[in-house]
């Protein structure tokens, strides 16, 4: 075969293995896109709601009494259950009696001998008074009968006092509750001798209805309550760290602030004050520690939005909202005051924005959204509600 057929015939073969390779190649498959991803939002407004700011506190029983002896003697015996709540006037402890009914019975017996002497030495009185008026018998020995009379007055006032004293003493050998409150345990056993300068604290009795609460602003947060409060008492919300865990039930405590110190603590730069909070059923003890919400003020509208939808990186704060295409737009915000339940922010959002709660992880600008409202259980005011912040009704 010739060199030009050789050719020919290649170049027919590879046209012909072209064509049928075009005719064979299937077809590109369309692409498609991705599922719109699921989250929840939360929408913005700008509203009034009442600005809370919270601190660390202590509770601090508003009464606290040691229980001493106040006569001397042996423990008979111990009448409370220990940690039990008591009331003003229960009977606590008894002390021996016997010593202190004797003295009382001597102090009785002695007025009523020198009530005796009295009327003799009045009777002699009377009987010598006509006599010396007529010069039958010496002044001096009448004179010597009224001073015996004034004596003996004065001696049966000493013995009404000695009795009173012996009944009293008697009366320190049952001790009583000088209070309503919660009790601790006892610090003598039965058997023991109490008395002043001797085992003398028996045990205390706290009041814990109301019970206080301590906590400490800084001295800028102070002049920030100070200027822009609503009230003069301040309301107060305390809440138990970890009690809406689920495991336990979560109370709401409700007070005011009806204290602050006249100083600031140089070591601190902190200022003490106090909230006296309603603890009816007696549940929040003496030393707990606890979140304080202090209500400031109400008369300000401001855009609140929960901590937990903020996402931060090198620019900085921003959240991720829903457009009006229902797709992911970042939006950049300046914050300013945060607590645990809102933050405020000062710049970035106007209001009506649809803030994405969930999700985070996979959220990218301009991702499909398929949108689910839980602004009434998710969002500030809803947070406030759980919390006891927003005033009966809202």
Known sequence: MSTTRLIAFLVAACLLS????????????????????????????????????????????????????????????????????????DPLFIIEKDTYEAALARAKANLERNRASLTLAEKDVERYTPLVAEDLAPRAQLDQYKAKVAELEATIKADEAAIKDAEVNLGYTEITAPLSGRISRKLVDVGNVVGPGSNAVLTTIVANDPMYVYFNPTEENFQVMRQHKSQDRMDAVVNVPGSDSGLIKREIYRGKVDFSDNRVDQATGTITMRAEIANPEHSLLEGTFVYVEVMVTQDVSMILIPPGVVQEDQQGSFVYTADENDTVKRVNITSGYQSRHYLIVTDGLSGGERILATGFAKLRPGMKLELTDVTDTRGVRAVFREQGMLPAGE
């Open 18 to 89: 072209g064509c049928r390779g075009e005719e064979e190649a299937p077809a590109p498959a369309q692409q498609q896109e991705p599922p719109a991803l699921q989250v929840e939002y939360i929408a913005v407004a700008k509203e009034q709601v009442p600005i809370w700011i919270e601190y660390t506190g202590k509770t601090e029983a508003s009464q606290r009494v040691e229980i001493t002896a106040r006569v001397s003697g042996r423990l008979e015996q111990v009448l409370f259950n220990e940690g039990d709540y008591v009331n003003e006037g």
